[in-house]
């Protein structure tokens, strides 16, 4: 008994020290809007590719410092709105009777698992564009999921003697991760290969370039900075125990990155040229990352606190 009351001491002194501190986790979901990504790369046309056309090089334009002349470089696509999970865990303290200050952890998934048709700038499908040489171009999301560190400021007020609303507003930094697939499949009838036409060699061409397959799969990151609306009710279960209703509206700035090679490029290594020369980049951009979320949230007060 002795040993267990000296063992009691170190946490009597610390308690005091916690006075105004709190602790909360939350677990609920988010609600994320309609999605635009834009993409590109610095490919040259198909008949610029030394491997499909070992003439490539008699092609105008194939060896110019322009890589985009004559390419399909920049295109965009449309995914719908998903959701998904959020979590978050914080800890606060507590600076007057009203105001808080709060450093928050959360964790968000958008679940969207969507394939959308690519489209050129004008929004033409390039299915359509292109007719029966290219019976598939189209990009996928996963999902985006988001590990945040946020600084949050709330004001609380009391409308009885156990319910309190509160509104805040917080900044911070998302490492967010986007589950990224793209597909482009030329027919497999050499006929249909329009991108041949007019070349000294262009039945060589076509038989080259018919059902060959351009694409990637993978989860590039970014760290993204962004600021967050903050809304709820809690009501004191007991003692130093809260059972709040949170809401909130948070903004990240858009997803930009560079993913390197393409996994396959027409089949081949993602290069233009046979011996390893003119690698081909990807790139993709979504506009601004948001999301509504709602979550059923437990607050512990620490000694001292209101």
């Not at 290219?134 to 560190?149: D, M, N, Q, W």
């Amino acid at each position: 008994m002795k040993a267990q009351a000296l063992a009691l001491i170190p946490l009597l002194a610390w308690a005091p020290a916690m006075a105004n501190w709190s602790l909360s986790g939350s677990l609920g979901a988010n609600f994320a809007p309609a999605l635009g990504l834009a993409g590109g790369d610095n490919d040259r046309a198909a008949r610029c590719d030394g491997f499909v056309n070992p003439h490539y090089a008699e092609v105008p334009g194939c060896v110019s410092p322009d890589r985009g002349a004559g390419a399909v470089d920049d295109w965009m696509s449309d995914f719908s709105s998903a959701k998904g999970l959020l979590a978050t865990a914080a800890i606060g303290y507590r600076l007057s009777e009203r105001w808080q200050v709060e450093a928050e952890y959360s964790f968000a998934e958008s679940k969207r698992n969507e394939s959308a048709l690519i489209q050129d700038p004008s929004g033409t499908p390039f299915t359509e564009r292109f007719g029966a040489e290219l019976p598939r171009a189209e990009e996928r999301i996963g999902s985006v999921t988001s590990h945040s560190l946020f600084a949050n400021l709330h004001w609380r007020t009391p409308v009885s003697r156990r319910v309190s609303l509160n509104i805040g507003f917080g900044i911070g930094v998302g490492f967010t991760d986007l589950d990224y697939g793209a597909l482009w499949a030329r027919s497999p009838d050499p006929a249909t290969v329009r991108a041949a036409a007019g070349l000294i060699n262009e039945d060589e061409v076509r038989r080259n370039l018919a059902g060959t397959v351009t694409s990637v799969q993978g989860s590039p990151s970014q760290r993204l900075f962004g600021y967050q609306a903050l809304a709820g009710i809690d009501y004191r279960l007991v003692g130093a125990l809260r059972l709040g209703l949170a809401a909130r509206w948070t903004r990240f700035e858009k997803f930009s990155k560079s993913g390197g090679p393409y996994d396959r490029l027409r089949s081949h290594a993602s290069n233009l040229r046979v011996d390893g020369g003119e690698p081909v980049t990807w790139r993709i951009a979504t506009n601004d990352i948001e999301f509504i979320g709602i979550n059923l949230e437990l607050t512990y007060e620490f000694t001292g606190a209101k």
